[in-house]
């Protein structure tokens, strides 16, 4: 595996483990921290898979725009259009005062990070 393409995979499995982990504390977990993490799992996935099929993206952190540039080399993108346009949400919607995440959109933004999680994970040729 490309060196480039495995910094990638790793970087984004790391922003997964920790959402996973921020979840699971008892006291004090930071429901917006697992929702911003979330986004950033699935933003690098998408561009793992777009370097891996040596697709030119741009420094951007909207997962539809993303989704826009993986069509044309896998149709079957456009069935997690939903989830993307979800989690999208979360790169920035609560990095500011005035609003925060409950534990319950903590866990659907988890559950929609896993989900594509897989789904990218086998676009890449990986293990689930």
């Not at 951007?60 to 993108?77: G, K, N, Q, V, Y």
Request: hydrophobic share 40%; glycine share 4%.
């Amino acid at each position: 595996m490309n060196e480039l393409l495995a910094e990638w995979i790793s970087k984004a499995e790391g922003d997964y483990v920790l959402a996973r982990r921020e979840i699971r504390v008892r006291k004090g977990a930071n429901y917006d921290a697992v929702c911003f993490h979330c986004q950033q799992s699935i933003e690098k996935y998408l561009k793992a898979f777009l370097f891996q099929n040596s697709a030119d993206f741009p420094k951007t952190h909207r997962l539809i725009e993303l989704l826009e540039l993986c069509l044309p080399l896998d149709a079957s993108f456009e069935f997690q259009r939903d989830l993307l346009r979800e989690l999208d949400r979360y790169g920035v919607r609560y990095r500011y005062p005035g609003i925060s995440a409950d534990k319950e959109e903590a866990q659907q933004a988890l559950r929609g990070a896993k989900s594509l999680r897989s789904f990218l994970r086998i676009k890449l040729g990986l293990d689930d």
